[in-house]
């Protein structure tokens, strides 16, 4: 079992920056990969970035490339998502989720339905 706890989101100006965290509980957290994913108002939930178990790949949605950085400490069980030069487009709740097979690092999960764990997530606003 793996808990997860988003925290960091809150208001922010466009071109401005934020650093989102995700707190893990449980002995399994560096087994799986890890997204981010975010939930606009009237808008399906979507992918934005994954990282492998190890953190040695990473992978992004193309509206974020360049802008996004997702990253992983596994000795303190958490994962970031680093976000800059933010568009009002950003704004949305953003989740983490843990999921993928254990240890995988030959395929990046980027479907709701490949993770397995999801945080409460966390309201980014970012205003013009």
């Known amino acids: 079992q793996v808990q997860l706890a988003e925290s960091g989101g809150g208001l922010v100006q466009a071109g401005g920056s934020l650093r989102l965290s995700c707190a893990a509980s449980?002995?399994?957290?560096?087994?799986?990969?890890m997204g981010w994913f975010r939930q606009a108002p009237g808008k399906e939930r979507e992918f934005i970035a994954g990282i492998t178990w190890s953190g040695y790949n990473t992978y992004y949605t193309d509206s974020v490339k360049g802008r996004f950085t997702i990253s992983r400490d596994n000795a303190k069980n958490t994962v970031y998502l680093q976000m800059n030069s933010l568009k009002p487009e950003d704004t949305a709740v953003y989740y983490c989720a843990a999921g993928g097979e254990y240890y995988d690092s030959t395929r990046f999960y980027t479907q709701d339905s490949e993770y397995h764990y999801w945080g409460q997530g966390t309201q980014v606003t970012v205003s013009s």
């Open positions: 449980g002995r399994t957290f560096s087994r799986y990969a």
